[in-house]
């Protein structure tokens, strides 16, 4: 599969990643024989990004990329995983802290749970208002320094903090949402990666499955998947974005290729320092995932996409406010 660099630190990674979380959490029942089997037939693939976190599951997700990791070279893989969040007893997210102390912490479950002496990629999960973003990437300077991690990363955050975390230490990728149906970035964080020489992980670029098109309404949804709560997989909003969906289906149609391949194409399409990280628990999905990489489509196609997404508006806010609050909108 073809390389991309993010960020200007040396990190090289396939231009396709995979994101894990689904494998041991928020998307209804897991499978972990099936998920060890996606991990291998990603590596064969040539996919060797993979985006975990210590919060998904809480730790489940890790151990689990911990047994793929057993199974394989440790060089052959670029391993992501993020701090940040805490929670209470009955594992439900219960705010944040990015305090050195609670990234030392967090850092030694981390390799312990992954079977691993240094993380390749080491993510800020989001902000912590009570921590200088300034004592967090001094922390996060010390591991690289130590051999502990290897790149730093942030999540969800907004221009000025990128640039006062960039000014402790280089920042070598911000993961955030971004696909056709979520462009929030584009006006103002974008550029200002680009500016400083920062790569982008777009995590759900296919819409948390929505763009799949495979998604006619929440009862194909389980009970406990965490989308039957998102607004714009909810009743009238459904019904608009499914429209979408269906506009990306007829673009596909005429050069032979799936909504997906569309989505993820259309990312990659807009600059070799993005990098986008759908999730699967499923084989057949993860190759149809692959073949985007391939994807090429005419100016024509490119620009009727374009019209497409400029025209039409997304209906629902991307999350609960229980969750928006833990974004950074620092502008």
């Known amino acids: ?21 689904g494998m041991s959490w928020a998307y209804g029942p897991t499978d972990e024989a099936e998920s060890l089997n996606v991990l291998q037939r990603a590596l064969t693939l040539g996919i060797n990004f993979w985006d975990t976190a210590e919060v998904y599951g809480p730790f489940k997700n890790e151990e ?82 130590v051999g502990k991690i290897r790149y730093i990363g942030l999540s969800e955050v907004g221009p000025s903090t990128i640039r006062r975390a960039h000014a402790v230490h280089p920042v070598s990728v911000l993961q955030s949402e971004y696909s056709l149906w979520d462009r929030g970035i584009e006006e103002k964080i974008l550029p200002t990666l680009r500016e400083l020489g920062i790569g982008f992980v777009p995590f759900s670029p296919i819409g948390r499955g929505f763009l799949t098109g495979k998604i006619a309404n929440l009862n194909d949804l389980e009970k406990d998947d965490f989308r039957q709560n998102l607004a714009r997989f909810q009743g009238e909003n459904f019904e608009h974005n499914i429209k979408l969906v269906k506009m990306v289906k007829s673009i596909g149609e005429k050069y032979n290729v799936t909504p997906v391949q569309v989505a993820l194409a259309w990312l990659l399409h807009q600059g070799n320092d993005i990098v986008p990280i759908p999730g699967t628990k499923h084989v057949h999905y993860l190759e149809e995932n692959v073949k985007s990489v391939d994807v090429k489509l005419p100016q024509a196609a490119w620009d009727e996409i374009q019209q497409l997404i400029s025209t039409f508006e997304i209906k629902g806010v991307r999350y609960p406010e229980s969750v928006m609050k833990f974004v950074d909108k620092s502008e």
């Open 64 to 145: 689990l990329l911990g047994k793929a990791l057993k199974k394989n070279s440790r060089d052959k893989v670029i391993v992501a995983t993020k701090f940040g969040f805490i929670w209470n007893e009955k594992n439900e997210i219960n705010g944040t802290d990015s305090s050195p102390a609670h990234i030392r912490k967090s850092i030694e479950g981390s390799l312990k749970r992954l079977g691993t002496d240094y993380i390749d990629l080491y993510y800020q999960h989001r902000l912590d208002p009570k921590t200088p973003i300034e004592e967090t990437m001094q922390a996060l300077a010390e591991l690289v320094k």
């Open 1 to 21: 599969m073809q390389k991309r660099k993010l960020g200007t630190q040396g990190l090289e990674v396939s231009a396709l990643g995979l994101g894990c979380m």
